[in-house]
């Protein structure tokens, strides 16, 4: 597509309960990154895709969230059993392969989930 | 490891003033720079960015940063300010060594709010 797509856009659930949210990457960019930002702070690095690599999960905050890519698509992040604290507007981005030298140019973000936990 | 510090939560500022955003960083490395902006409801849009040669660097919408090593600042500027510029403002760093994640370091933001 001609962005990065995230779904849903709003999410409301109940505290134990488990949610999963959406990215649709830009068509050919194999690096997808997910990112949280909590109200008032900055974004916080979660995870990061790239093409058929193992995902660098060093960002996850605990092992209540998982995300998996297949290939250079599609990327669901889930979070089982929500907490309060995980409250926070869920980013994806998502970046071409720069090649070997070259300076990154930027993300490509999506418009982001807002998840409220209650 | 790398942090970023945007002083200012909030900004007021009538239109066609002049603003400041500042924006300080952290770092035992060398880095890439950037500022991305978040429109109402919008995702974020890269600004700008400072990779190498000219410290000054300018966007498309009359904004610019300068890169400041002694001091580690980069902070965002724009001689006359529009409405249409009310928005978040975040800085962010890159590892410049780091070849593989890329992944950026935020700050907290600098919501900027044009008055009329």
């Known amino acids: 597509g001609a962005g990065v797509s995230q779904s849903p856009s709003n999410k409301v659930t109940e505290k134990g309960k488990d949610v999963e949210l959406r990215c649709d990457p830009i068509?050919?960019?194999?690096?997808l990154y997910w990112y949280r930002q909590r109200l008032g702070q900055g974004l916080e690095f979660l995870i990061y895709?790239?093409?058929?690599?193992?995902?660098?999960k060093s960002g996850l905050p605990s092992d209540r969230f998982s995300a998996e890519r297949t290939g250079e698509s599609v990327s669901t992040l889930t979070i089982q059993r929500t907490q309060q604290e995980d409250s926070a507007v869920y980013l994806c981005?998502?970046?071409?392969?720069?090649?070997?030298?070259?300076?990154?140019?930027?993300?490509?973000f999506g418009s982001g989930t807002r998840l409220t936990v209650v | 490891a790398q942090s970023v510090t945007q002083l200012d939560s909030q900004v007021p500022v009538f239109e066609e003033a002049p603003v400041e955003l500042r924006c300080n960083y952290s770092s035992s490395v060398s880095v890439y720079l950037f500022w991305y902006v978040q429109y109402p409801n919008q995702g974020l849009q890269l600004l700008l960015k400072?990779?190498?040669?000219?410290?000054l660097v300018e966007s498309i919408n009359g904004f610019e940063a300068e890169f400041n090593k002694s001091q580690t600042s980069f902070h965002l500027r724009k001689p006359s300010v529009h409405i249409s510029d009310t928005a978040e403002y975040f800085c962010?760093?890159?590892?410049?060594?780091?070849?593989?994640?890329?992944?950026?370091?935020f700050g907290s933001g600098t919501r900027l709010q044009v008055q009329p």
């Open positions: 895709f790239q093409g058929n690599s193992a995902p660098d």
């Open positions: 981005a998502s970046m071409p392969t720069p090649y070997a030298g070259q300076a990154p140019y930027g993300y490509t």
């Open positions: 400072y990779l190498s040669g000219s410290t």
């Open positions: 068509s050919g960019h194999t690096a």
């Open positions: 962010a760093v890159s590892d410049r060594s780091d070849t593989g994640r890329r992944a950026l370091t």
